[in-house]
């Protein structure tokens, strides 16, 4: 359970409670409810975390909406977008085993998350880290119509490692990974996937190349 959950269930329970006194008990199951809601909303399930070389595993729960290639100050790189509705677990994940290159926070719009340009131009925290094999990978949290903050608890020279619970966004929401076009992708369109133990994509087990490098502090 997020910490959060605990305070916004705390306040229904008050909320209840005043309702409950000042009018008529019945109408305190509205607050009672929320309260619940809550709980159940910001729950963080123990997951398992594949071992496998390579891999870049899901940053959040929810469905696959887009696989596309973007490119990068040049360098062709893939997306795989996910969206997270009210129902998905909202706890993030790192993707990969790294350290934290840069952290940008962008101001934006609330528009909806599974628009094609809320990539750009909604709220995002853009983490980047380099793995320890070199590989760059980039991944944003982005809000959405109802998302209204975005939790990160690191900060750069931080090490992550994969499957780390990194924080959360509040409500619906959207999650993007951008990395090498080179690695192999796991999923498709449609898929539903689980935040620190789906598999996306698994990256040649190589050295880092120069274009990769080329990328580190770049991409947005």
């Not at 040049?74 to 677990?89: C, K």
């Not at 900060?155 to 959360?168: A, F, P, S, T």
Request: charged residues 20%; aromatic residues 8%; glycine residues 8%.
């Amino acid at each position: 359970m997020v910490r959060d959950g605990y305070y916004y269930a705390l306040a229904c329970i008050v909320a209840a409670v005043l309702l409950g006194w000042l009018t008529a008990w019945p109408l305190a199951a509205v607050p009672l409810l929320a309260g619940a809601f809550f709980l159940w909303f910001f729950r963080d399930p123990e997951r398992a975390i594949p071992a496998v070389p390579g891999a870049i595993v899901s940053c959040a729960d929810g469905r696959v909406t887009d696989i596309s290639t973007i490119h990068v100050s040049g360098v062709q790189q893939t997306r795989i977008s996910i969206f997270l509705n009210v129902f998905n677990v909202h706890v993030n994940r790192s993707p990969i085993s790294g350290v934290i290159t840069n952290l940008e926070y962008r101001k934006g719009e609330f528009k909806n998350a599974m628009g094609a340009d809320s990539a750009e131009k909604n709220e995002q925290n853009i983490c980047t880290v380099c793995g320890d094999d070199g590989a760059v990978i980039v991944f944003k949290q982005i809000a959405g119509l109802l998302a209204r903050r975005i939790v990160f608890n690191y900060k750069v020279g931080d090490r992550l490692e994969r499957g780390q619970r990194v924080g959360l966004i509040k409500f619906g929401s959207r999650c993007d990974v951008v990395f090498p076009a080179n690695a192999t992708v796991a999923v498709k369109p449609g898929d539903n996937v689980a935040g620190g133990s789906t598999i996306l994509a698994t990256l040649p087990v190589v050295a880092a190349s120069p274009s990769q490098s080329a990328v580190r502090e770049t991409i947005r």
